[in-house]
């Protein structure tokens, strides 16, 4: 993958009337990535991509694609190509004249667009398609054609609106890998706006996160999972236990925290130094709950408390338990293995997990 960057987005800012969808918004999308944009409902996902695609005007800040300034460009005469939330594909047409579309409309001919939508049926996975009606497909099936649609077009940088949004969730997961495959398969880059963390994590080289018309954190899935900025990034990418606590003291990198209901928690930091940390004191920590260990293991470990089991739910290949530790209610998720011991309601056990497995 090159490292040039694809997309340039510096200090976007887009208002209306009076609600600011975007408060200055600047980052970059390289050549050849799959970035994926996460966000509650109406942080303001869906027009920064319309923004990039030229469908709306910014009121401020500069866009640029490819190195070249965008402001001003219409739609039309820009490097990208949409897929939408609804699919918008033409109902009871040939999969070959939905996917051609395109190339009809820029004057390629026949024979040649027969070829390509084969060469695309293939990527898609779905050869021997092209004469069947987009009625007589299944929502999957619709929406790789939809995509197909768009990248016939052969555009510099695909944009894609929540476009699994539509699917159920197994359909969902498994195209959620098709996209990874199709992108490797293509190495163009993709930008994918969704408020589905899950999407988001699976599918992405990296992401970002946006709340309330900024971009608060990006980074590769990993860093953004395992090194949340703030508790709302914390919450919104995965599952999580926060508590709200006071520095106690910092020695390197490892730092004691006394929550606000007197729980010592031995955790880490990526930056001792930060003076804030130190002197005002106030921090939140976090363990993700599949970080937790319960029973005789946890024992050993760096953070132990003694927990009573205030619910069990068996999901096959984990167990999670709820579980309160003096004042606070803990999310624990186990792995079920062969002899997993299950812990019932009521019963006392042992929570723990490592000063490295959470994280101030
Ligand atoms: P969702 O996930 O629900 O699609 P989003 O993160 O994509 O949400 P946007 O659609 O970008 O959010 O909207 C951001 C904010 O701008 C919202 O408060 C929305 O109501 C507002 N907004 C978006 N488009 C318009 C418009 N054309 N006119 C007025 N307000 C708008």
């Known amino acids: 993958m090159s490292s040039s960057a694809a997309v340039e987005i510096d200090g976007l800012r887009k208002e209306f009337g009076d609600v600011t969808a975007l408060n200055g918004v600047s980052f970059d999308v390289r050549d050849g990535e799959f970035f994926t944009l996460v966000g509650p409902s109406g942080c303001g996902k869906t027009t920064l991509l319309r923004i990039l695609a030229g469908l ?31 699919l918008a594909l033409f109902p009871y047409k040939s999969v070959y004249a939905n996917l051609a579309f395109g190339l009809k409309m820029d004057g390629v001919p026949k024979a040649e667009r027969r070829e390509r939508a084969d060469e695309m049926l293939s990527v898609l996975n779905l050869e021997g398609y092209g004469e069947k009606s987009t009625d007589e497909l299944s929502g999957g099936e619709q929406q790789r054609i939809a995509l197909g649609r768009s990248l016939l077009t052969e555009p510099d940088i695909l944009l894609l609106d929540e476009p699994l949004s539509s699917l159920d969730v197994q359909l ?46 990006r980074g590769t899935p990993q860093e953004v999972y395992e090194r ?19 520095v106690a003291s910092v020695t390197g990198d490892a730092v004691e925290v006394i929550t606000a209901d007197g729980l010592r928690i031995r955790t880490t930091t990526d930056d001792p130094d930060r003076g804030d ?20 293991d946890a024992r050993d ?15 096959g290949d984990d167990i999670l338990y709820e579980v309160r530790v003096g004042e606070t209610s803990l999310q624990v998720q186990q792995p079920s ?3 997993t011991v299950l812990y019932d309601v009521d019963s006392s056990v042992n929570v723990g997990w490592s000063r490295a497995a959470s994280y101030l």
Do not use: C
């Open 228 to 246: 949340p900025n703030s508790p709302f990034v914390a919450r919104f990418i995965g599952k999580t236990n926060i508590w709200r606590g006071e």
């Open 277 to 296: 940390v130190i002197k005002n004191g106030e921090v939140h920590v976090q363990v993700r709950p599949e970080r937790v260990t319960v029973g005789e």
């Open 172 to 217: 969902r997961k498994e195209m959620q890998i098709e996209l990874r495959r199709i992108h490797r398969d293509l190495d163009s880059t993709f930008f994918y706006v969704t408020h589905d963390q899950e999407v988001a994590l699976t599918a992405s080289d990296r992401i970002g996160v946006m709340r309330d018309g900024e971009l608060v954190q």
């Open 301 to 315: 470990m760096e953070n132990v408390f003694e927990a009573t089991v205030e619910d069990r739910i068996y999901q």
């Open 337 to 339: 293995k062969e002899r």
């Open 56 to 86: 709306e005007r910014e009121t401020e800040g500069t866009v640029y694609i490819n190195g070249q300034d965008m402001t001003g460009t219409p739609a039309e005469n820009r490097p990208t190509s949409m897929v939408f939330q609804n």
